[in-house]
């Protein structure tokens, strides 16, 4: 059964600062990956979905990186902002039918 | 406005008093699903649906019913809610292929006393 964990489970930094979040899988068998973000009482916003031929997805100051065979991905936010504050959440989609989350990692850029 | 919309966004009922969450997609998306999101658990996919007619089981689907009878409502059904079930629920949809991302609706907050 796929699992998904990711790590640290929150962080704080000042403004400014790059930073990158974890994601591991444990079943290398998936179609993508995928990186949402949460904000308190909201639901998910997509912020970039990586296929399992590809190996990273840029979109702005963000950076999506996938390793299928090591079971794991990354995402690297540059210039951190306060409005970078949220809940980051990694879910791999397994065969295109099932989709496991990852527990998620709670994030404060502070001013 | 592409859109995932779910009905009631709040809902506080009473144990097996059954209940009906709606989900309706404008964007003509085959797959269509069911998460339910708990502190400490993160977000657990329920059911889901490949297309209209199809639905299956996800990894939590106890205590829960789905029907696709039109491609864009995707209705969560409980019979006798129980208090396990007070939780925060997300309906997502998307595309049929894997190349598509999902897009989620705003979260329905269920509390079962």
């Known amino acids: 059964k796929q699992e998904v964990t990711q790590i640290p489970a929150a962080l704080s930094v000042p403004e400014g600062e790059n930073l990158v979040l974890n994601c591991s899988f444990t079943?290398?068998?998936?179609?993508?990956l995928q990186w949402f973000r949460q904000d308190p009482g909201k639901g998910l916003t997509s912020l970039l979905l990586?296929?399992?031929?590809?190996r990273e997805q840029t979109s702005g100051r963000l950076n999506a990186s996938l390793d299928k065979s090591s079971g794991r991905s990354t995402l690297y936010i540059a210039a951190s902002q306060p409005g970078d504050s949220a809940t980051y959440l990694c879910?791999?989609?397994?065969?295109?039918?099932?989709?496991?989350f990852g527990p998620g990692t709670r994030l404060s850029v502070l001013p | 406005e592409a859109q995932v919309t779910q009905n009631p966004r709040y809902l506080i009922t009473v144990t097996g008093k059954k209940l009906t969450v709606t989900c309706s997609q404008n964007?003509?998306?085959?797959?269509m699903s069911w998460y339910r999101q708990d502190p400490g658990l993160g977000l657990r996919q329920i059911y889901y649906?490949?297309?209209?007619?199809?639905?299956d089981k996800g990894d939590v689907p106890e205590g829960y019913k789905v029907s696709r009878k039109e491609k864009r409502n995707f209705p969560l059904i409980l019979e006798s809610p129980s208090p396990n079930q007070t939780s925060l629920y997300f309906c997502?949809?998307?595309?049929?292929?894997?190349?598509?991302?999902?897009?989620f609706g705003p979260g329905t907050r269920l509390t079962v006393l």
């Open positions: 990586i296929q399992s031929s590809q």
């Open positions: 879910a791999v989609d397994n065969y295109g039918q099932n989709f496991v």
């Open positions: 964007m003509n998306h085959e797959y």
């Open positions: 079943d290398s068998a998936i179609y993508n």
């Open positions: 997502a949809s998307r595309f049929g292929t894997v190349t598509d991302t999902q897009y």
């Open positions: 649906s490949m297309n209209v007619e199809v639905t």
